[in-house]
Every structure is written in C-alpha cells, then in structure tokens.
Nanobody, 121 residues
Framework: QVQIVESGGGLVQPGGSLRLSCAAS????????MGWYRQAPGKGRELVAA???????NYARSLEGRFTISRDNAKNTAYLQMNSLKPEDTAVYYC???????????????WGQGTQVTVSS
C-alpha cells in the first residue's frame, strides 16, 4: 500500500508559521494530486489546499492567501507553508494522496495519519 509520512505539526503562537511536509511512497508519474485537509474539534474534514502533478493548485477561499502548497516531484513530497496562523487554524491536518496508474484508470485516495497543529498563546 501507499505509505504517507507527515511532519511539521506542533504548537505555535498566533501570527507564527509552520511548514508541513508529506512524503508518499509512490512514483511521481502515478501521483495524480496531493493535498492537505484539516479537521477541527466538532467539525468535519475540510479542504485546505491541493496540487496536481502539473503544479495546478486549489485553495480554500477562507485562507485568504495565508497558506501555500508546493511539491517536489523528485521526492514525491508536498509541502504546506502556513503563515499568520490564527487560533481557528487549530486542527488535525491530514495529507491526501490521489493515485492513478494511467490517464484512463480509476483514481484511488489515500490519507496520512494526521498531524496536530495548535495555534495558541
């Protein structure tokens, strides 16, 4: 199965920054997209940002440009740079990897274990 390794979560003060990393054990040619979702206490899982193999990105509009997703295809790794963090950003952040073996094949979704991000003074 696809193995997903996340890092970079932790405790940060309001206004601070964190960078999350997500590395997947899959070839760059079969990864359709990678992304980050988050789930706050009492809420459902929501999209934060995603990036496909061509570099096209999709962001939650509520982030107002504070978060930036990028990727390194050679390392099968996606990054989420989080700036100007707010208490409402506190959540478990999950890395998502979508895999397809060919253009006409199904897409399969895999999730990381999640990493806690806590924004508090």
């Amino acid at each position: 199965q696809v193995q997903i390794v996340e890092s970079g979560g932790g405790l940060v003060q309001p206004g601070g920054s964190l960078r999350l990393s997500c590395a997947a054990s899959e070839t760059v040619f079969s990864i359709y997209s990678m992304g980050w979702y988050r789930q706050a206490p009492g809420k459902g899982r929501e999209l934060v940002a995603a990036i496909n193999s061509a570099g096209s990105t999709n962001y939650a509009r509520s982030l107002e440009g504070r978060f930036t997703i990028s990727r390194d295809n050679a390392k099968n790794t996606a990054y989420l740079q989080m700036n100007s963090l707010k208490p409402e950003d506190t959540a478990v952040y999950y890395c998502k990897v979508d895999i397809r073996s060919a253009d006409d094949s199904p897409i399969y979704r895999y999730w990381g274990q999640g990493t806690q991000v806590t924004v508090s003074s």
